[in-house]
């Protein structure tokens, strides 16, 4: 499906694959059936996540001079730091490193900043080779596609796709069981790692106080990306940093629970810029990029508390309309209710502004959400938003329609006449609220209201 298609046909196409909703079901029934555990552990829930929530949004308040400690300490450390007001910045910077060490091999740890700015599609249009080494997006890489969920890029697929997008990059068929389908990835990825001059990583926090970058994955590619290469190339959204280790400690209760059912993940790697004289590994140097593509204008919006997501992706395994749809209906590289509300804010003018209207404002995102983003008023508030942008024709119908039902005997009135109408009341909306109409089935009218019903006698 193409991002280029209209919200209403990409959606249709997501609904209309059973095999997509299955794997969806699967997989986000296996991640949601470890939370209860993990958060068991936690003496009160509600008060951690209170603490996470608190923090995020003091972070946001004092975003300038944090960001200003990090790259002090970065600085000071021996490494490098670039501010990026845009996408094209950023991509631009990390490919004059890139030329500047003669680099032609990248390994790629999972950023989903890097597929936001469209950091992969950039310099393998410059020449290089880049390889992702997260395997749900080396899967998603060979297959020519995007990731489909924050967390999991592949959570679309099924092991039988898999093994058919292996087998196209394999030198023959590839046995379907798992260890077979594994040994390969890794046998391939192995290789990408001992060949790579640069590395390139996101950032999923950033301690102002020390410079330090910690990166957290359950697969141990970020370590070999960043120890291996010459280069470790970090990208941070400006807003991903927390002030101290205490602060970190709090929301890393968090980040796994909410993300994996974990009490903790796999692999927290914390990275404090190039290899010292002493040390035996590690990169000769480390440049951190900062990158804005939009954050400012959010910053001190209605909006802004969007800016406290700290990436888990839990608030799509609870959605209905996410794991009916997928996430590539949203055209965006952030998918589920987190993505319904950032993409249009970040990229107002990539036609994606309904995707406000992507959603059953059941709430669930919000209560599942580990730092408290109340996601279903934000949704709310960019429908307002782009309400407001309709044509003064379909905005003329609806005023018409709440003036009617703001009376009751106007309301009665209209309900008696749609009664008397039957089977015409339910015809396609005409003039400017056909589009609302589309797709959209009204339940017919009842001949006789409540009202009669209750006031006839015997009732």
């Known amino acids: 499906m193409s991002p280029n298609q209209s919200l209403r046909a990409r959606t249709a196409a997501g609904a209309a694959d ?7 079901r699967n997989a986000v029934a296996q991640l949601e059936a470890r939370k209860p555990e993990a958060y068991s552990e936690l003496s009160d829930v509600e008060a951690a996540r209170a603490a996470a929530q608190r923090i995020r949004l003091d972070t946001l ?3 300038p001079g944090l960001l200003g400690t990090m790259a002090d300490n970065v600085l000071d450390a021996g490494g490098y730091v670039h501010w990026a007001d845009t996408g094209s910045s950023a991509a631009n910077y990390v490919q004059s490193v890139l030329q500047r060490r003669d680099a032609t091999r990248i390994v790629k740890s999972k950023s989903m900043l890097s597929e936001e700015i469209h950091l992969n599609t950039h ?5 290089y080779d880049v390889t992702e080494t997260d395997l749900g997006e080396w899967i998603v890489q060979l297959a020519g596609q995007t990731p489909s969920h924050i967390l999991a890029p592949a959570v679309h697929l099924n092991r039988q796709e898999i093994a058919e997008i292996f087998d196209a990059a394999a030198p023959e068929p590839l046995d379907r069981d798992i260890s077979a389908l594994t040994s390969f990835a890794r046998s391939r990825l192995r290789e990408a790692f001992l ?5 390139i990583t996101g950032v999923n926090f950033a301690v102002a106080d020390s410079g330090a970058v910690v990166i957290v994955t359950n697969e141990g590619n970020a370590g070999l990306t960043t120890a291996l290469p010459k280069v470790h190339i970090a990208l941070m959204g400006m807003e991903r940093i927390v002030e101290s280790w205490r602060e970190l400690d709090v929301l890393m209760a968090m980040l796994p629970r909410a993300a994996t059912g974990q009490s903790i ?5 914390w990275i404090g810029g190039a290899r010292r004289d002493q040390e035996q590994d590690g990169p000769e140097e480390f440049h951190l990029v900062i990158i804005d593509n939009g954050r400012s ?3 001190g919006s209605e909006y802004d508390q969007v800016l406290t997501c700290i990436r888990c992706g839990a608030c799509s395994n609870v959605c209905p309309v996410y794991s009916t749809i997928g996430g590539h209906a949203y055209g965006s590289v952030y998918t589920g209710p987190i993505g319904a509300v950032l993409t249009p804010l970040l990229t107002p003018d990539a ?3 309904d995707l406000a209207f992507a959603s059953s404002l059941c709430g669930a995102c919000w209560q599942t959400c580990p730092v408290g983003i109340p996601l279903h008023d934000l949704l709310l508030a960019l429908r307002s938003r782009e309400s407001e ?7 003329a119908a609806w005023n018409l329609w709440s003036r009617t039902w703001s009376k009751p005997s106007r309301y009665r009135r209209s309900l008696s006449t749609a009664s008397r109408l039957g089977s015409a009341a339910r015809l396609p909306l005409p003039g400017p609220t056909k589009r609302w109409g589309t797709g959209r089935a009204p339940l017919p009218i009842a001949a006789e209201s409540l009202r009669k019903l209750w006031k006839r006698p015997g009732s």
């Open 195 to 199: 060949q790579a001059d640069v590395g």
């Open 123 to 127: 310099l393998e249009e410059a020449g």
């Open 61 to 63: 308040r004092r975003l």
């Open 265 to 269: 993940s796999t692999y927290v790697d």
């Open 389 to 395: 942008q309709a044509g003064s024709a379909e905005k």
């Open 351 to 353: 036609g994606l502004n």
């Open 18 to 24: 059973a095999g997509l909703r299955s794997n969806l």
């Open 297 to 299: 204008e959010i910053l």
